[in-house]
Structures are given as C-alpha cells and as structure tokens.
Nanobody
C-alpha cells in the first residue's frame, strides 16, 4: 500500500510558476508509475501527466505540454510537477496517484490517491 501527500500549491499570478510535490510512504514507491490529475470547480478530474517507475517515459495532457514537467526522485520517495507559464485555466485541485494498469489517462488506472493541493492562478 502507498500513502500519498501533495504539497506546494498556492496562489500565483498568470505567467508564474509553482512546483508541486507528492511524498509517498512505503518502500514500494519506486515500483509504481505515478501520475498527476487535476479537478477544477464543476468539472471532472482530468489527467495532467504520468511518469514511469524509472523516469524513462513521461506523458502529458495537450493542455500542459511544454509548460509542465513531471519528475521523480525514488531515493526520496517523492514525485514533482514543475508548472511554468501558468494560466487561469490551470486553477484546480491537483492530485497525485499511483498507477496500476490500463489507460494512463484514466482515473480507473490508478490505485492510490493523495488528498490534493489547491492551485489558484489569478489573471
């Protein structure tokens, strides 16, 4: 079992940057591919990015490609999401999750979830 805790959210102006962290408990973190999702008010939770267990493969939603970078440090049991050139439409609660199987862009493919961290981008 993996427990996940996100941090690093906050209020930032459009064009600014934030780095989210996802700290994992348990010695199995390094065996999981991991992902970031987000949920804006009144909208469904959507895929943002995914990284393989060894950082060899990454995927991004088209809406964040070129602006966000997913990374991980298995020695620290932590995953990151560097978010640059933020836009008001990036405002959402961001969640990290441990991937199990199936479509990497679907919530159903993920077993464990954090509680989320709020990101608000002002215009």
């Amino acid at each position: 079992q993996v427990q996940l805790v996100e941090s690093g959210g906050g209020l930032v102006q459009a064009g600014g940057s934030l780095r989210l962290s996802c700290a994992a408990s348990g010695r199995t973190f390094s065996t999981y591919a991991m992902g970031w999702f987000r949920q804006a008010p009144g909208k469904e939770r959507e895929f943002v990015a995914r990284i393989s267990w060894n950082s060899g493969t990454t995927y991004y939603a088209d809406s964040v490609k070129g602006r966000f970078t997913i990374s991980r440090d298995n020695a620290k049991n932590t995953m990151y999401l560097q978010m640059n050139s933020l836009k008001p439409e990036d405002t959402a609660v961001y969640y990290c999750a441990a991937y199990r199987s199936g479509s990497y862009y679907s919530m159903a493919g993920y077993d464990y979830w954090g509680q989320g961290t709020q990101v608000t981008v002002s215009s």
